[in-house]
């Protein structure tokens, strides 16, 4: 007589593994279409313009091959680094200017008054408006002769703000904060949002202020958003074209001269497509630098969601 041993019950352990698998099919497929579209969108153009970077083409004519003398030409271009110095000087003031009043608005908008949601929603309206039609607004708003500061008799506003190298440079710093300073708070409105307030209690009862709170807690807290707005920020100021070429198209001389804007005159107004190319290789190049060496000052980020549990 054969004697059947009882099943035995799968263990903790056994049950998550197999829910996991049976879970991991599903996830998949979800995620397929997102992957098509990056490779379609993202991968594709990206081997395509390193492709056409070792190349000669005005565009219209046969593609020829050039090998590595269009990097050797713009490599050794003085206009270059003049370029990437612009870039970078933006990048880093408008980061600057951008975050600390990200932060200061968007731990103000994650109270829970009724007003604030009002406000959320006018201070997010910049975001949505095109860069162009902003460039084009500031720049009649700017205009020494029939521009606000003529209108109003105002002094200080009848400058040649687009006319002056460094008066430039501050309209498109304080343009682009204008713009994108309700997107970044809206990140930390959510960072806020997400703070244990046992936290905040607790430290109400030892005495600390709003401001000891801020800092003691709030910053911290918020490291690792910080690290993402920040990515967003810097990798996004390499991509600055709209805006500097409606409003200053690289003037005044080559004082607004980015690295897009740099592109974009080689490639579609002096016809050199393969030298354009080569820049929009070296734009996603240091991005992806910038956002390795970001990601890498912010650590893991396991040990922030333990902190955070």
Same mark, same amino acid.
């Given at each position: 007589?054969?004697?059947?041993?009882?099943?035995?019950?799968? !263990?903790?352990?056994?049950?998550?593994?197999?829910?996991?698998? $049976?879970?991991?099919?599903?996830?998949?497929?979800?995620?397929?279409?997102? *992957?098509?579209?990056?490779?379609?969108?993202?991968?594709?153009?990206?081997?395509?313009?390193?492709?056409?970077?070792?190349?000669?083409?005005?565009?219209? $004519?046969? +593609?020829?091959?050039?090998? &590595?003398?269009?990097? #050797?030409?713009? *490599?050794?271009?003085?206009?270059?680094?003049?370029?990437?110095?612009?870039?970078?000087?933006?990048?880093? *003031?408008?980061?600057?200017?951008?975050?600390?009043?990200? =932060? =200061? &608005?968007? !731990?103000?908008?994650?109270?829970?008054?009724?007003?604030?949601?009002? =406000?959320?929603?006018?201070?997010?309206?910049?975001?949505?408006?095109?860069?162009?039609? +902003?460039? +084009? !607004?500031? #720049?009649?708003?700017?205009?020494?002769?029939?521009?606000?500061?003529?209108?109003?008799?105002?002094?200080?506003?009848?400058?040649?703000?687009?006319?002056?190298?460094?008066?430039?440079?501050?309209?498109?710093?304080?343009?682009?904060?204008?713009?994108?300073?309700?997107?970044?708070?809206?990140?930390?409105?959510? $960072?806020?949002?997400?703070?244990?307030?046992?936290?905040?209690?607790?430290?109400?009862?030892?005495?600390?202020?709003?401001?000891?709170?801020?800092?003691?807690?709030?910053?911290?807290?918020? #490291?690792? !958003?910080?690290?993402?707005?920040?990515?967003?920020?810097?990798?996004?100021?390499?991509?600055?074209?709209?805006?500097?070429?409606?409003?200053?198209?690289?003037?005044?001389?080559?004082?607004?001269?980015?690295?897009?804007?740099?592109?974009? #005159?080689?490639?579609?107004?002096?016809?050199?497509?393969?030298?354009?190319?080569?820049?929009?290789?070296?734009?996603?190049? &240091?991005?992806?630098?910038?956002?390795? =060496?970001?990601?890498?000052?912010?650590?893991?980020?396991?040990?922030?969601?333990?902190?955070?549990?």
């Amino acid at each position: 007589m054969t004697v059947t041993a009882p099943p035995v019950a799968p !263990t903790g352990t056994q049950q998550r593994s197999s829910s996991r698998v $049976g879970r991991s099919g599903p996830v998949a497929w979800m995620v397929l279409p997102a *992957l098509i579209l990056f490779v379609v969108f993202g991968v594709v153009p990206l081997i395509g313009v390193l492709l056409l970077s070792f190349t000669q083409w005005d565009g219209l $004519g046969a +593609i020829q091959a050039a090998g &590595l003398s269009n990097w #050797k030409t713009v *490599l050794s271009d003085s206009q270059l680094p003049h370029s990437i110095l612009v870039t970078f000087e933006i990048m880093i *003031l408008s980061w600057v200017v951008q975050t600390p009043m990200s =932060l =200061l &608005l968007g !731990t103000f908008l994650a109270g829970r008054q009724r007003y604030r949601a009002f =406000l959320a929603v006018l201070y997010f309206i910049p975001l949505l408006l095109s860069s162009a039609a +902003i460039a +084009i !607004t500031y #720049k009649a708003l700017l205009d020494p002769n029939f521009g606000l500061g003529a209108g109003l008799h105002i002094g200080f506003l009848t400058q040649d703000w687009l006319g002056k190298s460094n008066l430039a440079i501050g309209v498109v710093i304080f343009i682009v904060s204008w713009q994108f300073i309700p997107f970044h708070s809206l990140i930390y409105q959510g $960072g806020v949002r997400q703070i244990p307030t046992t936290m905040y209690e607790a430290a109400s009862i030892d005495g600390a202020g709003r401001v000891r709170q801020f800092f003691s807690i709030t910053v911290p807290q918020l #490291k690792y !958003t910080i690290i993402t707005s920040s990515t967003l920020m810097v990798v996004g100021s390499l991509t600055f074209f709209d805006l500097i070429f409606v409003l200053t198209a690289g003037g005044p001389g080559d004082a607004t001269r980015v690295l897009a804007l740099d592109m974009y #005159k080689r490639g579609f107004m002096s016809n050199q497509m393969g030298p354009a190319s080569v820049i929009a290789a070296l734009i996603v190049l &240091l991005g992806l630098a910038l956002a390795l =060496l970001l990601r890498r000052l912010g650590g893991s980020t396991t040990a922030s969601q333990q902190e955070g549990a």
